[in-house]
């Protein structure tokens, strides 16, 4: 049986691989050396993200001097996010969050949103408390021009559209829009078609690049 599963880690980790490679148009060797340094981290909580070592690899590999991320709960693609950044030796993550607000996020008691994030990871962090609607705006305003946008705050289709619009705005030529839970509706599909952007879908994650 562990066999078994090897070989299917394996076979899925090397479509990954492949599909990255093509879609960033990145070696596939620089892809797998991220992949494998990423391997050994594992965070295991409630309501994490899926394929958060797919964020990592594509942000090691882009190495982009601004993100912003929406949807913080526990912190586990903060995590993610910020260790690239860190090993990448640049970059800055903002990441806006309403406390409470997703009765999904299953944060534990007593602790505070991004609770996963070390102190050694958080030079490069800006968290910002309160609603998407009202701050996201704000934000994307005062930073100008981002080079990456990580949706993972309310999934209905009217919001996600919402932040899609704001944030590909704002996106470099060569930007990435990057989303969670895009199987939940059409937002994410609708979205690329409207705006004719390239993409992907991986673990129900999507990744749109503006060309």
Request: aromatic content about 10%.
């Amino acid at each position: 049986m562990y066999l078994l599963q090897n070989i299917k880690y394996n076979i899925y980790n090397h479509t990954k691989v492949n599909i990255i490679s093509k879609f960033l148009g990145i070696d596939e060797r620089i892809i797998k050396d991220y992949l494998k340094e990423i391997s050994h981290v594992k965070i295991n909580v409630p309501g994490m993200a899926a394929a958060l070592d797919l964020i990592y690899v594509v942000i090691r590999a882009l190495k982009p001097n601004i993100i912003v991320e929406t949807g913080v709960a526990n912190g586990a693609s903060s995590f993610y996010i910020l260790l690239a950044l860190k090993r990448n030796k640049k970059g800055h993550l903002f990441s806006i969050d309403f406390p409470n607000l997703d009765s999904t996020a299953m944060i534990p008691q007593n602790k505070e949103v991004g609770w996963l994030v070390p102190q050694i990871l958080r030079d490069r962090w800006t968290l910002i408390l309160g609603k998407v609607e009202e701050k996201l705006p704000k934000l994307l305003e005062e930073l100008g021009n981002i080079d990456i946008f990580y949706h993972d705050s309310l999934h209905t289709y009217e919001h996600m559209m919402f932040e899609y619009k704001l944030a590909w705005g704002k996106l470099n030529k060569g930007g990435l829009l990057i989303s969670d839970n895009i199987d939940l509706n059409n937002a994410f599909k609708d979205f690329c078609k409207e705006v004719k952007a390239s993409w992907i879908d991986l673990a129900n994650v999507g990744f749109a690049l503006k060309n």
